[in-house]
């Protein structure tokens, strides 16, 4: 039996080293370790050979030879075990961290990904941007172009204005008068004024909007430049694989800035961005809005009011050439009685001279008849007849000398009436050269509509 015993016990070896030991259910370090307790053959009874019979040996006994066997059995049934599980263990270990570095990578590119869509979609708004708010840019420097053209048009206006307001000055008198015409003048002059004035704040307005509409889409061009380094850096760090060779290690890379921003505050600033360019773009789209009504307005105000002077000057031009029809009309009656006048003269010193013969008749025959002698001398009929014609000679002498006198002053008078209207003919000549070869033909080089409106 102990044989069988012993084969019993070697026989179990072989089994478990031959096949794989069954799952444990409860973990082998978890077993209690079994305690035996083996006579060593130590101490001063021990001996060898034949002359120690009935003493202690030192030689072992089966039962310890087969515990031992046991034992090692059993340490190395353990060791084999535990050394399976490890190798389970590692090898699940190995293939969950081979799996969730994988997973990692794949959520990290997918990441990437969704991240360079952020980027490019703030990109393209960003370039959106900067391209629109160019475009505006461009809209309104030619807005301001217009302006400094309708400015240099109205600069020619107003020369004209002047021009006019001078040459008229030139005007001789009773001529020089504030007519209708020059206060057509001077209100288009305060006019053209104004509008130089109301041109030249909207030219400042103009540049002070175009200025920052520059800056603004400087700021959206440092932002579309970031984020199209960006993109790159991350299409590039999405690009990278396991089996790339430009892959390094880089311990120091783990750790955040602490300036780095955060995903809202990172869309804020583009967002941002956008909203102030938005808002300026809207900004310059009401100012050119507001540059061309001007410039309509300005324009037309500018015509209407050019052609309430062109009226003026051809109200007044015909108010002249009536007044100078006439004063040559009567210039042509004076010129007339004048001639008249003079016949009239020159018949009065006819008549009074033909009054010298019959006066000298009668005053020779008075004289004669105051030499008759004595009783003879008698103031007869004749004499009396005498002395009558003598007296009606010298009344009618002295009534013709009168006349006469009336006649050269009355011809003076016609004659100054012909100096004075001879003048005015000449003041109302040149009042109608200034007017209407000067004025009027200086005026045709008024800018016109489309020039006034900047083009």
């Known amino acids: 039996s102990a044989v069988r015993g012993g084969l019993g016990t070697m026989a179990q070896p072989s089994i478990l080293l031959t096949k794989e030991p069954p799952p444990q259910t409860v973990p082998a370090s978890d077993l209690p370790m079994k305690v035996h307790e083996v006579a060593l053959n130590t101490g001063t009874d021990s001996s060898s050979g034949l002359a120690t019979a009935g003493f202690r040996t030192p030689k072992y006994l089966p039962t310890e030879w087969h515990l031992n066997n046991s034992e090692l059995y059993q340490k190395a049934f353990s060791g084999c075990e535990q050394a399976e599980r490890h190798r389970a263990e590692a090898k699940d270990l190995a293939e969950y961290a081979a799996a969730a570095a994988q997973r990692a990578q794949q959520d990290s590119t997918a990441a990437l990904g969704q ?102 889409k400087a700021f959206c061009e440092m932002d579309w430049s970031d984020k199209v380094e960006t993109f790159n850096i991350d299409d590039k760090c999405g690009k990278y694989s396991n089996q790339s060779t430009n892959i390094q290690f880089h311990p120091s890379s783990v750790k955040s800035e602490e300036s780095a921003s955060n995903p809202e505050t990172w869309a804020k600033f583009s967002h941002d961005n956008i909203s102030r360019a938005e808002r300026e773009k809207l900004a310059s789209i009401n100012l050119r809005a507001l540059i061309d ?163």
């Open 115 to 216: 991240r360079l869509q952020d980027i490019q979609f703030w990109k393209t708004e960003l370039q959106r941007e900067i391209e629109e708010l160019d475009a505006e840019t461009r809209l309104l420097a030619a807005q301001k172009l217009r302006l400094q053209k309708a400015l240099y048009a109205s600069e020619l206006s107003y020369a004209i204005v002047t021009d006019n307001l001078q040459c008229r000055d030139r005007r001789q008198a009773p001529d020089l008068v504030c007519d209708e015409v020059e206060r057509e003048l001077l209100k288009e002059a305060e006019l053209i004024r104004n509008i130089q004035e109301l041109l030249k704040r909207t030219l400042v307005q103009a540049g002070n909007q175009m200025q920052s509409n520059r800056d603004h």
């Open 293 to 455: 009504s001007i410039l309509h307005d300005t324009s037309q105000d500018m015509r209407n009011q050019c052609a309430a002077v062109n009226e003026a000057f051809f109200k007044r031009c015909e108010e002249l050439d009536d007044a100078k029809h006439k004063l040559e009309y009567h210039l042509e009656k004076v010129l007339k009685d004048i001639g008249h006048q003079e016949a009239n003269i020159a018949a009065l010193k006819q008549a009074i001279k033909d009054k010298e013969a019959p006066m000298k008749v009668a005053q020779t025959r008075l004289y004669d008849r105051s030499f008759r002698p004595n009783v003879d001398l008698c103031r007869d009929e004749a004499q009396f007849r005498l002395i009558s014609e003598v007296e009606e000679l010298t009344e009618s002498i002295n009534s013709l000398k009168k006349k006469l006198l009336e006649a050269e002053q009355t011809l003076r008078n016609l004659e100054d009436t012909r100096m004075n209207l001879e003048k005015e003919i000449a003041v109302k000549t040149n009042s109608i050269f200034i007017d209407r070869q000067k004025c009027m033909t200086h005026r045709k080089r008024y800018p016109d509509v489309n020039k006034l409106l900047g083009y």
